[in-house]
C-alpha cells in the first residue's frame, strides 16, 4: 500500500496538471473495471468535474465501448463524459498493445455462419430501435444504437430477419479483431472457436475480454478446450445475479467451441 503522502501528492499532481471534463448524466457510477458488471467504488453528479488518467475498451453504453480511468482510479463510461470528441482523448490504459497482441492480422476477420447464427439467436431479434433489458437502445441483432434513433444504420426500419442479420455480419468483426488484438502466436484456433468466442465477446464487451483469465491462459498455451470448458460458464452474471439466458448462452458458446474443425482461423486464416 502506498504511503499517504505519495497518494496525495499523485492525486494533486493530476488535478493540477491534466484536462477535466464534465460529467454529462445525472448520477455516474465508477466502477472497478471498464463496464457494467464491475462494482460501484464512487459515484459523479452531473456536471462535475472529472480528470481522466488513461481510456480502454469495455462494455458498450449507448454505441460507445470507451471507458475512462478517473484520478480516483475507477472507471467510468466516456458516453457520460463531455470530451467533446467521439473516441480517445488520452493514452490507452496499460499501453496500447492490447494484451496479447501476438496476431499478424491473417486470422479471419468474418466468423462462420454457425457464430453468426448464434449471437443472433440469444441476442434476439428487434426490427425497430428500442431499449434492451438495461434500458440501452438496440435494434437487431444486438446492435447498440450510436446515433439517436439508430441514424448509423444503413438498412430500412422496421428490419426483417434478412437485414438484421446483415447489420450483425457488419457489427461482429470488431469484436473479433478485439479478441485477436488480446491473443498471441501460441493461440490455434478453428473457425468454430473463434465463433465461439467472438460471441462471448459481442455479450461481455473488449474490455473484460482483454482482462479475462480466459486469454491469459490461452495465451500461456494452454489446452483451448480445457480453457474454454472452465472459463466461460463462469460468465453468468448480470447486475449482480445469476442470469439463466447467460448460462444457457455459455453452454451454447462451448458446444460451438468444442465442434471439431478442420477450417483454422487463428492466428492465420485458412
Avoid at 486470422?107 to 433489458?133: H, R
Avoid at 482482462?211 to 453468468?236: C, D, F, I, M, Y
Wanted: aromatic share 8%; glycine share 12%.
Amino acid at each position: 500500500m502506498k504511503l499517504f503522502s505519495l497518494a496525495l501528492f499523485a492525486a494533486l499532481s493530476a488535478t493540477s496538471f491534466a484536462k477535466t471534463y464534465p460529467v454529462t448524466g445525472n448520477t455516474v457510477n465508477c466502477r472497478s473495471g471498464p463496464g457494467t458488471s464491475y462494482a460501484v467504488k464512487k459515484s459523479y453528479k452531473k456536471g462535475q468535474n472529472i480528470s481522466i488518467s488513461c481510456q480502454t475498451s469495455g462494455t458498450s453504453v449507448s454505441g460507445n465501448n470507451i471507458w475512462d480511468k478517473t484520478s480516483d482510479g475507477c472507471y467510468v463510461a466516456d458516453h457520460y463524459v463531455k470530451t467533446g470528441v467521439n473516441g480517445y482523448v488520452t493514452t490507452k490504459c496499460g499501453g496500447s498493445s492490447g494484451g496479447g497482441g501476438g496476431s499478424s492480422g491473417s486470422y479471419c476477420k468474418k466468423i462462420n455462419t454457425a457464430g453468426v447464427n448464434l449471437v443472433a439467436q440469444w441476442e434476439g431479434f428487434v426490427a425497430s430501435p428500442k431499449p434492451d433489458p438495461i434500458g440501452l437502445p438496440t435494434v437487431g441483432y444486438g446492435h447498440l444504437c450510436q446515433k439517436k434513433g439508430c441514424a448509423e444504420v444503413k438498412y430500412k426500419f422496421p428490419l426483417t430477419k434478412t437485414t438484421a442479420k446483415q447489420l450483425l455480419s457488419d457489427d461482429l468483426p470488431k469484436y473479433t479483431k478485439c479478441l485477436a488484438g488480446y491473443l498471441n502466436s501460441k493461440v490455434k484456433l478453428n473457425d468454430n472457436q473463434l465463433a465461439a468466442l467472438t460471441s462471448w465477446t459481442f455479450n461481455v464487451g473488449c474490455g473484460n475480454v482483454k482482462t479475462s483469465t480466459l486469454v491469459k491462459r490461452l495465451n500461456k498455451g494452454e489446452s483451448p478446450n480445457t480453457v474454454a470448458g472452465q472459463e466461460l460458464p463462469k460468465w453468468r452474471m448480470a447486475g449482480g445475479r445469476v442470469m439463466q439466458g447467460l448460462v444457457n448462452r455459455r453452454k451454447a458458446e462451448i458446444k460451438l467451441f468444442k465442434t471439431a474443425s478442420s477450417k483454422q482461423a487463428y492466428p492465420k486464416c485458412q
